[in-house]
T-cell receptor, first 115, second 114 residues
Framework: AQKITQTQPGMFVQEKEAVTLDCTYDTSDPSYGLFWYKQPSSGEMIFLIYQGSYDQQNATEGRYSLNFQKARKSANLVISASQLGDSAMYFCAMREGQGDYKLSFGAGTTVTVRA | DSGVTQTPKHLITATGQRVTLRCSPRSGDLSVYWYQQSLDQGLQFLIQYYNGEERAKGNILERFSAQQFPDLHSELNLSSLELGDSALYFC?????????????FGPGTRLTVL
């Protein structure tokens, strides 16, 4: 079964507007972590934000915030005040348990910011 | 710059050949992970090493092997290459387990098998 589901293959957003990228996850482990990475066309993977399953508050990092709804098993990324440089592929990922720290990735969402 | 280095950046080879991809983790990071990104399979975890020892194995083919050396750099060996092995191979590293959550990715090695 898919551990991470990203249902939006591609999205367009106007510059300076906010955009929400959906991510749902599936795990029975009470301890897990959720990550978002950005992959621009150049190919590198850039870490954006992390949310732990026991964290009480939603994570925020600058213009990035994570809308964590544990009961719904969703971890949506919100990018506020979009910039042209935000155009990229965005991946949601999950780490389960405490034994190892491998990440399971979703299929990704391509974001295109329009001027 | 994540601090993780990977060489080479690009690699073009023929079917049946063997290649070695190299990764140097961020200074102080003990754990190294290898991931494969292909169009049909997406991003997949291959294998993890922690301080020289194999810690976890994912969807890694038997034709592939890896190791982490005492200086903590890692190598991923791909042999008997097939067209389907063409992909972007990432190495990632993380700090002492449990203390830092982020995995920092290298720039990747793009492998093309002709």
């Amino acid at each position: 079964a898919q551990k991470i589901t990203q249902t939006q293959p591609g999205m367009f957003v106007q510059e300076k507007e906010a955009v929400t990228l959906d991510c749902t996850y599936d795990t029975s482990d009470p301890s897990y972590g959720l990550f978002w990475y950005k992959q621009p066309s150049s190919g590198e993977m850039i870490f954006l934000i992390y949310q732990g399953s026991y964290d009480q508050q939603n994570a925020t990092e600058g213009r990035y915030s994570l809308n964590f709804q544990k009961a719904r098993k969703s971890a949506n990324l919100v990018i506020s005040a979009s910039q042209l440089g935000d155009s990229a592929m965005y991946f949601c990922a999950m780490r389960e348990g405490q034994g190892d720290y491998k990440l399971s990735f979703g299929a990704g969402t391509t974001v295109t910011v329009r001027a | 710059d994540s601090g993780v280095t990977q060489t080479p950046k690009h690699l073009i080879t023929a079917t049946g050949q063997r290649v070695t991809l190299r990764c140097s983790p961020r200074s102080g990071d003990l754990s190294v992970y290898w991931y494969q990104q292909s169009l049909d399979q997406g991003l997949q975890f291959l294998i993890q090493y922690y301080n020289g020892e194999e810690r976890a194995k994912g969807n890694i083919l038997e034709r592939f092997s890896a190791q982490q050396f005492p200086d903590l750099h890692s190598e991923l060996n791909l042999s008997s290459l097939e067209l389907g092995d063409s992909a972007l191979y990432f190495c990632a590293s993380s700090f002492r387990e449990g203390l830092v959550h982020e995995q920092f990715f290298g720039p990747g090695t793009r492998l093309t098998v002709l």
